[in-house]
């Protein structure tokens, strides 16, 4: 093999690092060319070394692997990083990816999948072990579904959300309408607009939003009255009927 992928292994824990790196050696176009047992050191490594791949644990003695992943990315970022980690919670794997990481791969792996793992960011791909990968992205979709409801309610207007909240509290079109002076055509169209705004399809998604949103505090039915500065404005005239 006229060519080896040249790879730094960064591992506190000493037979671990000894385990990988006698693995490693038994593959014909990897080298190992330097090990650290701390996070400082991994970075001094790749400083001299300019290698590849470097192969890292996240939890590291004086500089964790986060630490390390920007630090590098940020000065030296050709060099690929993959983790080598037991840390499957999502928030430790979204913060590594946000920091410029390559790929991702659990301590529990076997060999074959180590290997595929190693490949894959040496070819310039992402990888995460397949083991996470179903929970990282029910993360990532629930993340989206939050932002976009996010956004979804600061596109309501003032007058949909008087409605929203009358509605979560129990009132029907009818009452709505005597209350805010509009007609129950309007009110049925503020409620249309409101439940595409925010992709709702039924009444009682509507007053769990309102709950959550703190517009319903109660879902009591005490009369609505029609508001002291009640004025029908003129394209309502038509929809109600004019007063006799």
């Given at each position: 093999?006229?060519?080896?992928?040249?790879?730094?292994?960064?591992?506190?824990h000493k037979?671990?690092r000894?385990?990988l790196?006698?693995?490693?050696r038994?593959?014909?176009d990897?080298e190992i060319?330097g090990?650290?047992?701390?996070?400082?050191?991994?970075?001094?490594?790749?400083?001299?070394?300019?290698?590849d791949?470097?192969?890292?644990?996240l939890?590291?003695?004086?500089?964790?692997?986060?630490?390390?992943?920007?630090?590098l990315?940020?000065?030296?970022?050709?060099?690929?990083i993959?983790?080598?980690?037991i840390?499957?919670?999502?928030?430790?794997?979204l913060?590594?990816?946000?920091?410029?990481?390559d790929?991702?791969?659990l301590k529990?792996?076997?060999?074959s999948?180590?290997?595929?793992?190693?490949?894959s960011?040496?070819?310039?791909?992402?990888y995460l072990s397949p083991?996470?990968?179903?929970?990282?992205?029910?993360?990532?979709?629930?993340d989206?579904k939050?932002?976009k409801?996010r956004?979804?309610?600061?596109?309501l207007t003032?007058?949909?959300?008087?409605?929203?909240k009358?509605?979560g509290?129990g009132?029907k079109?009818?009452?709505?309408a005597g209350?805010?002076c509009?007609?129950?055509?309007?009110?049925?169209?503020?409620?249309?607009?409101?439940?595409?705004k925010?992709d709702?399809?039924?009444s009682?998604?509507?007053?769990?939003?309102?709950?959550e949103?703190?517009?319903?505090t109660?879902?009591?039915?005490?009369?609505?009255n029609?508001r002291a500065?009640?004025r029908?404005p003129?394209?309502e005239l038509?929809?109600?009927?004019?007063p006799?």
């Amino acid at each position: 093999m006229d060519h080896k992928r040249k790879i730094v292994i960064a591992e506190d824990h000493k037979i671990l690092r000894e385990g990988l790196k006698s693995l490693l050696r038994t593959v014909e176009d990897l080298e190992i060319v330097g090990e650290a047992a701390d996070g400082i050191e991994a970075i001094r490594c790749v400083e001299n070394y300019h290698p590849d791949l470097l192969l890292l644990d996240l939890s590291m003695p004086k500089m964790n692997g986060i630490s390390v992943i920007r630090d590098l990315k940020s000065r030296l970022p050709e060099t690929r990083i993959l983790v080598l980690t037991i840390h499957e919670s999502e928030d430790y794997i979204l913060e590594a990816f946000r920091s410029g990481l390559d790929g991702y791969c659990l301590k529990d792996a076997n060999y074959s999948e180590l290997l595929i793992a190693i490949r894959s960011v040496l070819d310039g791909k992402r990888y995460l072990s397949p083991s996470i990968s179903e929970k990282v992205l029910a993360g990532f979709l629930d993340d989206r579904k939050t932002l976009k409801l996010r956004s979804s309610w600061e596109m309501l207007t003032q007058r949909e959300r008087e409605v929203l909240k009358l509605v979560g509290e129990g009132y029907k079109n009818k009452e709505i309408a005597g209350y805010l002076c509009i007609s129950e055509k309007t009110v049925e169209k503020h409620r249309s607009n409101i439940m595409r705004k925010l992709d709702l399809h039924t009444s009682s998604a509507l007053t769990a939003i309102g709950f959550e949103k703190g517009l319903v505090t109660s879902t009591g039915n005490k009369p609505l009255n029609p508001r002291a500065d009640c004025r029908v404005p003129a394209g309502e005239l038509q929809d109600r009927g004019a007063p006799t």
